[in-house]
């Protein structure tokens, strides 16, 4: 079987979140002979599998098995992969399917390693990823085996594969404001405290404003005003209370507490509640890392580009391997296709990204 009949054997499978569809027993059976953990909490399903070759460093490829539900528009069944004009269709061919099947065919040919080899996988990251690749590695790091560096293979590259490497991901800072005004009858503003008048005037100071700089790595943490809502849907009566929501996808340079901060200077004289939530943190890994240096030089044999190091895009599981402490880089498919109807995935790509993960275990 080679990597491209793989990754139909995995596009296959209807693992909607947090279904993995029997891909994990799968996976498990492919690789005989490799150390298994199996942790699944929640509902969720999550495999641990390694093999020490030698008494080098423990490098770890990781990734998701769950894709989101496939949605209307499609031109054929999401679950059953077609491959017309050198394009592979199916739900999970670019996010992220075809990294799975790239570095499960690259670890089960590898014969030799310095080291040691493991795979993890989840099938929670599309969801809340509550009890996935979190969990795994709270697992790992009590049992002091947690891995040096780690290989996440979401879709990276934009215009052309090979283009992008993450060496990073954007936080993400979630908040909601109420504030308090008093209710009235709109004939008498003068008896009223409208809270939507109270923060027209505060709008222009937050609504789409930096917070940062930025560096070499992060774009500027910017404010995101996400929904502003208030009053009845009547034209005759001024809201009592107004409740608004924003986003920051928060670089090294901000946090929470300079969030809130913020706020509370601008929002000052106003009565009004704030809750902030941190649902992702920034990191960011040395491009001179040993991980970095190596993929980029992996990717440069197989496709004779240079790849840009970047922290764009949303999150992902490459977050948690950074809290503890794991030198984690991204790199997979082009993601131009990804979440969307009639998802696909260039079959060339498919075999180039397996052959830059086998040539990394090589280098290694």
Known sequence: MNVVDLLIRLLSAPSVTPEDAGLMEYVQESLPGFEVLRVDEGGVKNL???????????LCFAGHVDVVPPGEGWHSDPFVPRIEG???????AQDMKSGVAAFLQAVKEAETF??????????????EAKYGTRIVLEHLKKMGRLPDYAVVAEPTCEERFGDAV???????????IEVFGRQGHAAYPEKSDNPIHRIAPILPQI???????GDEYFAPSKLVITDIRAGMEVTNVTPGTLKMMFNVRNSTATSLEDVERFIRERFAGLEYELSLSQSANPFVTDPDTRIVRLLDRSIQTVT???????????TSDARFFGEYGVKVVEFGVRN??????????AVEEVEGLYRVFRDLIERF
């Open 336 to 345: 131009d296709t990804i979440h969307a109807p009639n998802e696909r995935v």
């Open 207 to 213: 609504a789409g404003v930096d917070l940062d700089s």
């Open 48 to 58: 641990f599998i390694s093999r020490k070759f030698g008494e080098g460093e423990h």
């Open 304 to 314: 004779g580009l240079t790849p840009k190091h970047s922290t764009a895009g949303g």
């Open 166 to 176: 993450k060496i990073g991901r954007r936080g993400s800072i979630n908040g909601v």
């Open 114 to 127: 310095d080291g040691t080899l493991s795979l993890l996988l989840t099938s929670d990251e599309e969801g």
């Open 86 to 92: 050198g394009m592979l269709y199916g739900r999970g």
